[in-house]
């Protein structure tokens, strides 16, 4: 392995805090970058790689090099040769980055040596093998997979990890661990890629957790119950088809559908939508398959449109979808516009019932419905459709608006228990609830012998006398539910330990707290408060000191704890817990925390356990969109599906900044690009749709541009992790740069600098003042800030200086962009604001080849790949397989542009990304 300097690596650490620690101005160096090291040689003997290479030329000195092997930053040496032991048989790439003096800039990579030169392959595009032997295991909510490492002729990257067919992650060693929902089963595979960027075969599949020995040749049921609707259109109707799951002995992969026994498509859900030709009928049927390529038999056939022949009047409605929403206070009270996905039916659907708090409402005869109620109240939304015959569909799943959500009840002082041989024991069971509403209790694997009885009063009771064979552990399960909302749950666990003798009484003290329902509001500086009572024994009088601690790391983040006397004396029997939670980086969601309560006088200790509900602030979430066309979205035209059920349909909780087109006809002066008034249209904001960057007809509040970008699927990524709405600010503009540049006439500099390679800072300025606006009009909460650029600076002048004006511009937006409900704490240089870029395309198809980067394009996409090491609480999104070659269109124009399934792909993966930076 490569040897390692922890003196150096310290070295290196301290040289880059101090740039960030720099005044911005002086981050622009005053002479030119070294140039690259050249005449890199090198040989390996005896276990041992040895390099040099020639001092390049600079206007200063040059103090160092780093050294990256297999394209990962290993070492900093100070002279220009570097040995490094290394495994036998094995190929190694080298390159070496100069630095020079303070103001410190570095140099391009060096060309790559490949050693040793026995084992460099003639043919540089073969893939990596295949992983193989994949194995893994779910524990808890927690899944882990491993894998035979991938061979290549040089050296193995990495690997792309795939989630029932879709892409999920990237790592660097063949094993990989994250989230799994209980109850929950998935289907995983992976794709090695080495240093060349070429990809493997995907390797076997896994399903986890482990069914055991399973038959691979058995097929997916045939689907069933398929049905139908056309909208007539002009130049073509629009078809929708819809069918019942099929089921599997593992799991369904997808579905084929075929027209007119035809293939026309592949879906994973169970809908697809069409166009046919305006007026024609049209036969179709739906094959379902599974991850071992086992099809079904064909389904029944449906012809639309619906002849009287074929339609069922037994058969209810599909259930109401995507049921969404969003909110306006004004007097008191709270107007609430719903919308929902049209339900399907083999006859006309005749309208929904509206359900509210589980209580019906009114009937409607459309897919919306306004209410109005209370402001400040809690509320939660159903649908039921109906048809002409009188059949109902299900319940749509709930919709609960403004944080406002009902929550589970639960136990706020469950604890373990101590029983004795032969002793009566009763434990009372009172399930609290923040909402004010009525709970039921279920337990699960009780001992025998132990009775629940109802005290009918809102309470149940454990009572046991345990015998002599009842000695031991026994783990019992008590859940509380909501009486309303029967899936609102909250399982706990306790153990009861019984002995065959009395159990000694340890401490001559004990701590109790009040049972009530304790409600943490996340971002309120009163937090809540909790009564903690000391009983002592007779005749004790020592002082007992108070402590808090949490039950896993999650439940002490952001938390802030006090007693009103942490320390107890004679006499002192009552204190009080303050508990508040600052507004975390991310968005989070209603939960429960759980803490104990530990009394100790030094010798004995006595403790006692408190559940607490956490309610999110409740402030919409704000994120902003910088860059060039990317950023923008100049996918193909008419990529956009926007239509009910489409992959860009509106989502009402998902909301934009209606800002003014990039025109720079319009912007007549600096002043404009700062300017409120101009730079938002009315109304102000609107429910987000592409393209984000263009204004919506104030008549009809709709957008008539058909291309798209990243920014909407990012937010319906992010969308499922908060309570909240998302506000996007769209701040990007195709073309632009760092450096001068006529079209646009405006750029990215956060700070005037004095190269004149660099131009004005316009559209830094714009985009301040488009999100601190929106951060005032909105009252919400920076979540984070997209970057997608780097094209237009990658030329011979500029793209030495990306570096530097990336970091200063990451830096001048954390601390100038306005304070919100985080605080000032939130804000500065280096301040948790997660910052997310994407890498440029590598895309090759007939219209040009962006697969082999320039230098100069190395050079800024090298900052785009260690923007984490550059930037605190940064990550990057790779996107070198969303490329033709892996079945993803460029966009308009050429492969510079990233296609429509690309822009939507790169928006799940700077979801994760966020999440990854905001964590750091």
Request: charge should be negative; charged fraction near 15%.
């Amino acid at each position: 392995m490569p040897s390692f300097s922890l003196a150096r690596f310290s070295l290196l650490l301290s040289l880059i805090s101090s740039l960030w620690l720099m005044p911005a101005l002086s981050l622009q160096a005053a002479g030119l970058a070294p140039a690259a090291p050249g005449n890199l040689i090198g040989d390996i003997d005896a276990g041992v790689a040895s390099l040099s290479w020639d001092v390049p030329s600079d206007d200063d000195v040059i103090e160092g090099y780093n050294i990256y092997i297999n394209d990962r930053y290993t070492n900093t040496v100070f002279s220009n040769s570097y040995s490094t032991a290394v495994q036998p048989d094995t190929l190694y790439s080298f390159k070496v980055v100069a630095f020079d003096t303070a103001p410190r800039r570095f140099s391009p990579a060096s060309a790559s040596l490949t050693l040793p030169a026995s084992l460099v392959p003639d043919d540089l595009t073969i893939p990596p093998s295949v992983p193989t032997d994949l194995t893994g295991d779910v524990t808890g909510t927690t899944v882990s997979i491993a894998w035979q490492p991938s061979t290549d002729d040089e050296a193995v990257l990495g690997y792309n990890v795939y989630r029932d067919n879709k892409y999920l992650t990237t790592v660097r060693t063949p094993a990989y661990s994250g989230d799994n929902a209980a109850g929950e089963s998935h289907s995983w595979y992976v794709v090695a890629f080495d240093i060349r960027t070429n990809f493997s075969a995907r390797s076997g599949r896994i399903t986890l957790p482990d069914p055991g020995p399973v038959d691979t040749t058995i097929a997916p049921s045939v689907p069933t119950d398929l049905t139908g609707s056309m909208a007539s259109g002009n130049p073509s109707d629009t078809v929708t088809v819809n069918w019942q799951a099929a089921t599997d002995d593992q799991a369904v992969a997808g579905y084929n559908i075929y027209r007119n026994r035809q293939y026309i498509a592949t879906r994973f859900g169970t809908e697809y939508i069409g166009t046919v030709d305006t007026g024609s009928s049209n036969n179709f049927t739906v094959v379902a398959f599974d991850f071992d390529g086992n099809f079904s038999a064909s389904s029944k056939a449906i012809t639309l449109p619906l002849g009287t022949a074929e339609t069922n009047p037994g058969k209810p409605p599909s259930v109401p979808t995507d049921l969404a929403g969003e909110t306006s206070n004004s007097n008191g009270q709270t107007q609430v516009q719903l919308s929902w996905t049209a339900s399907t039916s083999t006859v006309k659907v005749a309208g929904y019932n509206i359900y509210r708090n589980n209580d019906y409402r009114t009937t409607v005869f459309t897919n919306a419905y306004t209410d109005t109620v209370p402001a400040g109240s809690a509320f939660s939304y159903k649908v039921v459709a109906f048809d002409s015959f009188g059949n109902f569909s299900a319940k749509s799943a709930p919709l609960s608006l403004l944080g406002d959500a009902n929550q589970p009840p639960f136990f706020s002082d469950l604890d373990d228990q101590n029983l004795t041989v032969g002793e009566d024991w009763e434990l009372v069971l009172r399930p609290v609830d923040v909402d004010g509403g009525a709970a039921g209790i279920l337990i699960s694997s009780p001992p025998a012998g132990v009775q629940f009885i109802d005290n009918r009063n809102g309470s149940r009771s454990l009572t046991w006398t345990p015998g002599p064979d009842d000695v031991g552990s026994h783990d019992i399960t008590i859940t509380a539910f909501d009486l309303q909302e029967t899936d609102l749950r909250t399982s706990q666990t306790i153990t009861l330990t019984v002995t065959d003798d009395a159990q000694p009484v340890d401490a001559p003290f004990s701590v109790s707290i009040a049972q009530a329902a304790y409600n943490l509001q996340e971002g309120n500086a009163s937090g809540v408060n909790i009564p903690v009572s000391l009983t002592r024994d007779a005749g004790f009088e020592g002082p007992v000191t108070l402590t808090l601690s949490a039950s896993n790391s999650d439940d002490e983040q952001g938390l802030t704890s006090t007693f009103t006397l942490d320390t107890l004396q004679a006499g002192d029997t009552q204190s009080t817990l303050n508990l508040a939670l600052a507004v975390d980086v991310l968005p989070i969601l209603s939960q429960q925390r759980r803490y104990s309560i530990v009394a100790s006088d030094g010798t004995f200790t006595a403790t006692s356990s408190v559940t607490v509900a956490v309610t999110p602030v409740a402030l919409d979430d704000v994120y902003l969109i910088m860059g060039q066309s990317n950023a923008v979205g100049f996918s193909e035209d008419d990529a956009k599906q926007a239509g009910a059920g489409g992959l860009d349909q509106i989502n009402l909780r998902i909301r934009q900044a209606n800002v003014q087109s990039n025109d720079s006809k319009l912007y007549v002066s600096p002043a404009s690009y700062t300017d409120s008034s101009f730079n938002f249209r009315t109304p102000a904001f609107v429910s987000a749709e592409d393209p984000l960057h263009e204004p919506v007809d104030p008549s009809t509040l709709a957008k008539e541009g058909t291309r798209i970008g990243m920014g909407l699927s990012f937010a319906k990524s992010a969308l499922p992790n908060t309570s909240r709405n998302i506000i996007l600010v769209p701040a990007a503009w195709a073309g632009s740069a760092f450096c001068n540049t006529e079209l646009p006439a405006a750029h990215w500099n956060a700070l005037q600098g004095t190269q004149p390679e660099l131009g004005n800072t316009l559209l830094f300025d714009r985009a301040l003042a488009r999100v601190n606006e929106t951060l005032r009009a909105s009252g919400g909460i920076l979540r984070g800030i997209l970057w997608h650029q780097g094209e237009s600076d990658s030329t011979a002048e500029c793209a030495p200086l990306y570096e530097d004006n990336l970091v200063t511009l990451v830096s001048q937006l954390r601390s100038r962009i306005a304070v919100d409900a985080r605080g000032e704490d939130a804000r500065g240089p280096d301040a948790n604001i997660p910052f997310v870029l994407g890498t440029m395309s590598k895309g090759n198809d007939a219209r040009g080849d962006l697969s082999d980067f320039t230098p100069e394009k190395q050079i800024v996409d090298s900052v785009h790949r260690n923007i984490a090491s550059l930037v605190p609480h940064a990550d990057v999104v790779l996107t070198d397989d969303l490329t033709p070659s892996n079945s993803y269109p460029c966009g308009e124009a050429s492969c510079i542009h990233f296609g429509a399934d690309a822009l939507r792909e790169m928006g799940v993966r700077s979801f994760d990304a966020l999440v990854r930076a905001g964590s750091q």
